[in-house]
């Protein structure tokens, strides 16, 4: 099949437009590089462009005679979404509206949606099935969750065939060395916690330390990207194949909270790390933490990389070669 992967310059995308290619699918990756990287997109071809522009996509859409679309691009940061939830209505909402009708005026069938576990919220049961109350606390996962309740009227109405994968916290770095990790700013746990190994930060900022969890802070559930990767792949197969539209999350089913993530990075990089405990960041949920069973079940989805310590050290590997990231090249 011929793919249109919309952020595919970024962390997770171009992890799976890797995978993608090494599967024998032919990928395109439409990306405004506001976060991603030229340089991380080494195996299809890139069209720098904008999601709001559905002229662009419908020309694309056609022009390269594509039959699915992975929908990656978004904005993702928590704290921003409080700050600026115009701004992620805007590009998480109205942007991937666009994209939709782009798919409808051509006719692309499929539609893999990157989602994610913010669209729950406070939790009511552990691990978290799909079925579970939907009540974002930000409005990143108010605007995943808006796009994920559009899908089932465009598939009744317009018959497009979609999944949506809500992502637990994404993390690793490709087994083979050649992508990694690497935002700007830089928000996410484990490779904030790198960069002060490498000593370019100088302490490990724990935000909270107060919430009702056995150490006070956070409780999450990691998955390595690449398998992220695969789920993509899994769900392209099956949507396909004919399988009625769904939502699975994916995750380990395994939760570890900030200090247990900041140890087991220790012990991988094998030194003691400064760490500074500050207050809660606004909209964050005490745990997270996936039931992964519907995927498993369904799609025979096998997670290959679910050692939080193997998934550090896919990092660190990727870290300890690129200490400035992409931005070397």
Not at 9 to 20: C, M, N, P, R
Request: charged share 20%; hydrophobic share 40%.
């Amino acid at each position: 099949m011929h793919i249109l992967i919309t952020g595919g310059a970024g962390y997770i995308g171009s992890h799976t437009v890797k995978k993608l290619v090494k599967t024998g699918h032919q990928v395109t990756v439409l990306d405004n590089l506001s976060k991603g990287w030229r340089a991380a997109v080494t195996n299809a071809r890139l069209v720098e462009g904008e999601l709001a522009n559905q002229r662009l996509l419908c020309e694309l859409l056609q022009a390269e005679k594509i039959n699915a679309v992975m929908h990656f691009a978004a904005s993702s940061l928590v704290g921003e979404s409080m700050q600026c939830p115009a701004d992620y209505y805007a590009n998480n909402v109205t942007g991937s509206l666009i994209l939709l009708e782009a798919m409808r005026e051509v006719g692309v069938p499929y539609f893999v949606f990157s989602s994610t576990a913010a669209v729950y919220g406070e939790l009511v049961e552990i691990p978290i099935p799909e079925d579970h109350p939907t009540i974002p606390t930000n409005p990143y996962g108010a605007t995943k969750l808006a796009l994920e309740e559009a899908l089932p009227w465009y598939y009744q109405a317009y018959g497009l065939r979609y999944i949506s994968l809500r992502y637990f916290n994404a993390a690793g770095a490709d087994p083979e060395g050649e992508l990694g990790e690497d935002h700007d700013p830089e928000t996410h746990l484990i490779p904030l916690v790198l960069k002060t190994a490498l000593g370019q930060a100088a302490e490990v900022k724990i935000f909270g330390r107060d919430y009702p969890t056995p150490d006070g802070t956070c409780v999450r559930d990691y998955i390595h990207v690449t398998d992220l990767a695969q789920a993509h792949i899994l769900a392209l197969e099956a949507l396909a194949g004919g399988v009625v539209p769904s939502i699975y999350n994916l995750g380990n089913g395994n939760g570890y909270s900030v200090l247990e993530v900041v140890q087991t990075a220790e012990k991988v990089v094998g030194k003691l790390l400064p760490k500074a405990f500050t207050k809660r960041r606004a909209g964050d949920p005490a745990i997270l933490v996936a039931s992964a069973e519907r995927i498993k079940r369904e799609l025979h989805w096998k997670p290959c990389y679910s050692d939080l310590q193997t998934i550090i050290e896919t990092a660190w590997r990727w870290h300890q070669k690129n200490p400035l990231g992409y931005a070397k090249y």
